[in-house]
């Protein structure tokens, strides 16, 4: 069965950086395009970024573009998301993502950005 597991969240400061981690299982990780998505308090589930099966193609939220940088290894199974100059606005629970006759999500990992 499709299994994806996030971690790498925590608490950063305004500024900071980290790295999310997605790892796969359960299908063949190589065929599928990836998401990221997040859900802030409150607020809605939204798309933060996509990569494509081959890595070739990637896109970002606005909100995110040229901070956050979506890669992926189709060897190790795992897709990544690093991040950069956060701000408490990115504060959410990240999420991991593939679609595969019907959307997989993982547990979710939180990040949190305060000083």
């Known amino acids: 069965q499709v299994q994806l597991v996030e971690s790498g969240g925590g608490l950063v400061q305004p500024g900071g950086s980290l790295r999310l981690s997605c790892a796969a299982s359960?299908?063949?990780?190589?065929?599928?395009?990836m998401r990221w998505y997040r859900q802030a308090p409150g607020k809605e589930r939204e798309l933060v970024a996509f990569?494509?099966?081959?890595?070739?193609?990637?896109n970002y939220a606005d909100s995110v573009k040229g901070r956050f940088t979506i890669s992926r290894d189709n060897v190790k199974k795992t897709v990544y998301l690093q991040m950069n100059s956060l701000t408490p606005e990115d504060t959410a629970v990240y999420y991991c993502n593939v679609h595969r006759n019907m959307d997989y999500w993982g547990k979710g990992t939180l990040v949190t950005v305060s000083s």
């Open positions: 359960g299908f063949p990780f190589s065929w599928y395009d």
């Open positions: 990569i494509s099966s081959s890595g070739g193609s990637t």
